[in-house]
């Protein structure tokens, strides 16, 4: 029933700058945990960016001041905007959600979206 659809993604050079787009479905976003993931081939998957249980937004070490996650309540859509965009941060990109009304704590992704290709060119 709860779906996330991917889509923004694209080619780009580096220093360029991509907004990504996560859509719920079948669910109210407001009560999910989210998250932004991404996988480069031949490397473990990564978190990106997540919610955390004061509200707020944690990033990758990686993509902090880069990087920033958002979301439309209205539109029932995530967003991770992308700037100044790196060649490392080529990977495909996936969103996550909590189960409905959890607490963002720990690690309890079980909706995963198909996921949106990154590529930055140098």
């Known amino acids: 029933q709860v779906q996330l659809v991917e889509s923004g993604g694209g080619s780009v050079q580096a220093g360029g700058s991509l907004r990504l787009s996560c859509v719920v479905s079948?669910?109210?976003?407001?009560?999910?945990?989210m998250g932004w993931f991404r996988q480069a081939p031949g490397k473990e998957r990564e978190g990106v960016a997540h919610n955390d249980v004061y509200g707020d937004v944690r990033y990758a070490d990686s993509v902090k001041g880069r990087f920033t996650m958002s979301k439309d309540n209205a539109k029932n859509t995530l967003y991770l905007q992308m700037n100044s965009l790196k060649p490392e941060d080529t990977a495909m990109y996936y969103c996550?959600?909590?189960?409905?009304?959890?607490?963002?704590?720990?690690?309890?992704?079980?909706?995963w979206g198909q996921g949106t290709q990154v590529t930055v060119s140098s």
């Open positions: 079948g669910s109210t976003i407001s009560r999910h945990c």
């Open positions: 996550a959600a909590y189960p409905p009304s959890w607490r963002c704590v720990g690690d309890e992704y079980r909706y």
